[in-house]
């Protein structure tokens, strides 16, 4: 019994380590607070989602319309600032290009981001979108840190304020080999003032939160109903609470 209960035990502890390892590769990756209560957060995200993936990346099942709904835009701003493939509202995110094309072009086709969040989590998701940096050997002169010799160009770069630099430092191994490691990644501060590079480096930061909010949003929109129902329970019994705890006072007064 004891040997059965130790094997499931250590069954129940590979089981929750495994994915982790599987998902960092090695690398390990950065924590990323998503807010799906903040709807400006969210309506940001989609802003960047349009206008910088949605060229390349379809995501294929999501509305424009229910997209609106979900993040009180209205027809009008929808239009306005979303919508650049299509202009029926009812319309899926899907792209103008040819999937045929896209593969020839990149290699690899960009993968449908609808469920993306789900397959990759929202703190491998950060440390991707922060993860690009300069590497000539590669076709689009970019390698990342989560994914090694990536398809994708860095379309953000203008965001982040440039392409950072890998640094390498020298590790000697057991037998005295010297390896050159890749120690941390730093965006170039050029002319900037110190302020200015660390604003830049804030605003980032702060965009990506936003996109992967959107993109974790994406991946399960009935979450943001289940956060509103969640409050709107939670109420209900809180009154229930205090309607049975009045009447079993109005009960026990008599017995007492
Ligand atoms: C110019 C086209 C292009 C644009 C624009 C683009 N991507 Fe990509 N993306 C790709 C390609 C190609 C791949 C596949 C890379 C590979 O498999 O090597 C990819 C891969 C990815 C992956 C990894 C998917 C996986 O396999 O897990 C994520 C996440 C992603 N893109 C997110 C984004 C987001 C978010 C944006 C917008 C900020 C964006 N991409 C913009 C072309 C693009």
Same mark, same amino acid.
């Given at each position: 019994?004891?040997?059965?209960?130790?094997?499931?035990?250590?069954?129940?502890?590979?089981?929750?380590? $495994?994915? $982790? +390892?599987?998902?960092?590769?090695?690398? @390990?990756?950065?924590?990323?607070?998503?807010?799906?209560?903040?709807?400006?957060?969210?309506?940001?995200?989609?802003?960047? +989602?349009?206008?910088?993936?949605?060229?390349?990346?379809?995501?294929?099942?999501?509305? #424009?319309?229910?997209?609106?709904?979900?993040?009180?835009?209205?027809?009008?701003?929808?239009?306005?600032?979303?919508?650049?493939?299509?202009?029926?509202?009812?319309? @899926?995110?899907?792209?103008?290009?040819?999937?045929?094309?896209?593969?020839?072009? +990149?290699? &690899?086709?960009?993968?449908?981001?609808?469920?993306?969040?789900?397959? /990759?989590?929202?703190?491998?998701?950060?440390?991707?979108?922060?993860?690009?940096?300069?590497?000539?050997?590669? @076709?689009?002169?970019?390698?990342?840190?989560?994914?090694?010799?990536?398809?994708?160009?860095?379309?953000?770069?203008?965001?982040?304020?440039?392409?950072?630099?890998?640094?390498?430092?020298?590790?000697?191994?057991?037998?005295?080999?010297?390896?050159? &490691?890749?120690?941390?990644? &730093?965006? @170039?501060?050029?002319?900037?003032?110190?302020?200015?590079?660390?604003?830049?480096?804030?605003?980032?930061?702060?965009?990506?939160?936003?996109?992967?909010?959107?993109?974790?949003?994406?991946?399960?929109?009935?979450?943001?109903? /289940?956060?509103?129902?969640?409050?709107?329970?939670?109420? #209900?019994? +809180?009154?229930?609470?205090?309607?049975?705890?009045?009447?079993?006072?109005?009960?026990? /007064?008599? &017995?007492?």
């Amino acid at each position: 019994m004891k040997k059965l209960l130790s094997f499931v035990s250590a069954c129940i502890l590979l089981l929750s380590t $495994a994915p $982790a +390892f599987a998902a960092g590769g090695g690398v @390990p990756l950065l924590h990323v607070k998503t807010n799906l209560d903040d709807k400006a957060a969210l309506q940001e995200g989609a802003k960047i +989602f349009v206008n910088y993936c949605l060229s390349c990346h379809s995501a294929e099942y999501m509305r #424009f319309s229910r997209l609106g709904k979900d993040l009180d835009l209205t027809d009008e701003q929808l239009r306005e600032n979303l919508m650049f493939t299509t202009d029926k509202v009812g319309s @899926p995110m899907k792209i103008a290009m040819d999937k045929g094309d896209a593969a020839r072009w +990149f290699g &690899v086709a960009p993968p449908d981001l609808s469920v993306i969040a789900r397959a /990759r989590g929202t703190d491998w998701l950060y440390t991707y979108f922060m993860g690009f940096y300069k590497d000539e050997s590669r @076709p689009w002169g970019v390698n990342n840190l989560v994914f090694k010799d990536v398809g994708m160009p860095h379309v953000m770069a203008d965001l982040q304020g440039g392409l950072q630099e890998a640094v390498y430092k020298t590790e000697t191994d057991a037998n005295g080999h010297e390896h050159q &490691v890749l120690e941390k990644l &730093v965006l @170039p501060q050029g002319d900037m003032s110190d302020a200015e590079y660390k604003k830049l480096q804030n605003d980032y930061q702060r965009n990506m939160t936003n996109l992967v909010s959107f993109l974790e949003y994406l991946g399960e929109p009935a979450k943001l109903q /289940r956060y509103s129902l969640g409050a709107k329970v939670l109420v #209900f019994l +809180f009154i229930l609470l205090l309607i049975s705890y009045l009447l079993k006072k109005e009960y026990w /007064r008599d &017995v007492k």
